[in-house]
Every structure is written in structure tokens, then in C-alpha cells.
């Protein structure tokens, strides 16, 4: 397909899907539930974090985890005692538990404290032209207190390889600019242009039979070369095209 019916074809479909219906079914309506800045950063990133597996039940869980944290996720971060944390005992989505979860309300603490934030820390560590420099910062930060070595797995790291699907999520939830109201747009002083797509088994399927990735394994070269291909549609808003390659992939079975 030439460039210009690609983008075009694309262009439609990000038209398609990008739109408030979106929003129920999907990871994206927890955060959603709140208007406080730092309640959505919590929200979207814990969300996120359990991104993997059927779409239902991570929304539902999702869900569940702000219930746990008394619908006040900020509050609860910076806040709780630790018998509150007895309150998370029993929360699992596949290989993400209770004691994982603990854990993140006590690193999210410590970065708001100490480092001003999820916001700070990739404002602060962003690139010219990139983000995923920052998610090694963020990787390094948050393991910088006491934890066990099972949790490490829950938050990605790019310098061992890693295409961080979820935290690129969460990260186009935080920063795009979206005219119909489905990605947040809370961070001003981060370009829509750094965003990374989101990576995973459908959009990497869907984009290989675009013909805009070639690499057949999943890496952080693979998400090099996607976003290389999508910034050449747009440069501006590349990860719009998430939406497309979601959709087709998803809902169509392309």
C-alpha cells in the first residue's frame, strides 16, 4: 500500500476507534475516575500495570484496586499506615499479588516525596527525542527502597531489551493531547511526539502486515523501528495510530 493510502487507511480507523466508547471497557476508564492530577497518575499507572491477559477482567481489576485504596488512590499513597495494607491481601491479577502490590503504594510514596513524582521523574529523564530513556530512570527509582525480587518483573526496563507495552500506555494516557477526550493529556511539558506505541502480539501483527515493521520478535528494536515508521505519518501525534492498530488487530482480526 503507498504511504499516502496508508496513512490515510490509518487515519481512518484511528478516527474509528478514538472515540468515548472507548473509554468503558477499556484499562483507560480507571483513571477516568478522577479529576485530582497525582489520583490519575496513581490510577493510570496502577492500571496499567496489570495491562496483560484478557481486557475485561484487567479493567475489572483495575477497578477493584481503586476500590481497595478507598477510591482516594493519592491519599492512600502518601498517607496509609501499615496495617491498611492488610486491606490488599488477596488481590491477584495473574502473576501480579497482594505482596506486589504493597509494594508499589510504598514506591509511589517514595517517589513522590523524594523524586516530585511520576511527572518529575520523566520530565526530568526525557530525551529530545525520546521517552524511553526515562522509563530506565523509573525502573532504577522505584526499586531504589527495600523489595523483593519477584516485583522487579512488574515495572520494564528498555536497556535490558524490554518494548515497556504498559508503561508506553500509561504514558500516552498522561500525555497525549486528544481532541475527543480518551487519553487524558495531563502532562503539558512532555511532546506527544516522544510517546512510544505500545507494542505487544496484535499491534505487532498488524503492523507487519501494514509494512511498518519488518523485525519479526517483539524488542526494543522492533519498537524502534514502529515508531520510526509511525512518526513518518505523523511526527507530531504518531501514537494516535495505536488506536488503529488496536482496533484492526482486536475487532477485526486484520
Request: proline content about 4%; glycine content about 6%.
Amino acid at each position: 500500500m503507498p504511504k499516502n493510502e496508508l496513512k490515510d487507511f490509518l487515519d481512518s480507523k484511528v478516527l474509528q476507534y478514538n472515540t468515548v466508547d472507548f473509554i468503558e471497557p477499556d484499562p483507560i476508564s480507571v483513571p477516568h475516575r478522577y479529576s485530582i492530577k497525582e489520583d490519575i497518575e496513581i490510577a493510570g499507572f496502577l492500571a496499567s500495570t496489570i495491562a496483560w491477559g484478557n481486557r475485561t477482567m484487567i479493567t475489572k481489576n483495575g477497578h477493584r484496586m481503586m476500590d481497595l485504596l478507598g477510591n482516594s488512590p493519592y491519599d492512600f499513597v502518601m498517607n496509609h499506615d501499615e496495617w491498611q495494607l492488610e486491606r490488599l491481601e488477596g488481590f491477584v491479577h495473574r502473576t501480579f499479588n497482594a505482596t506486589d502490590f504493597r509494594y508499589f503504594i510504598k514506591a509511589l510514596q517514595h517517589i513522590y516525596t523524594h523524586h516530585g513524582g511520576l511527572e518529575k521523574v520523566f520530565t526530568t529523564h526525557q530525551t529530545a527525542d525520546s521517552l524511553q530513556p526515562a522509563i530506565v530512570a523509573l525502573h532504577e527509582i522505584f526499586f531504589e527502597i527495600e523489595h523483593e525480587s519477584r516485583t522487579r518483573k512488574h515495572v520494564a526496563n528498555p536497556a535490558k531489551g524490554s518494548v515497556a507495552k504498559r508503561i508506553n500506555m500509561c504514558l500516552r494516557w498522561f500525555v497525549r493531547q486528544d481532541s475527543t477526550g480518551v487519553d487524558l493529556g495531563i502532562w503539558k511539558d512532555i511532546s506527544s511526539s516522544k510517546l512510544s506505541c505500545p507494542l505487544d502480539v496484535h499491534s505487532g501483527n498488524v503492523a507487519r502486515k501494514l509494512g511498518l515493521l519488518d523485525r519479526k520478535q517483539n524488542d526494543g528494536k522492533a519498537l524502534l523501528e514502529l515508531d520510526t515508521s509511525l512518526r513518518n505519518l505523523d511526527k507530531k501525534d504518531p501514537v494516535k495510530y495505536d488506536f488503529a492498530l488496536f482496533g484492526l488487530g482486536i475487532f477485526e482480526g486484520f
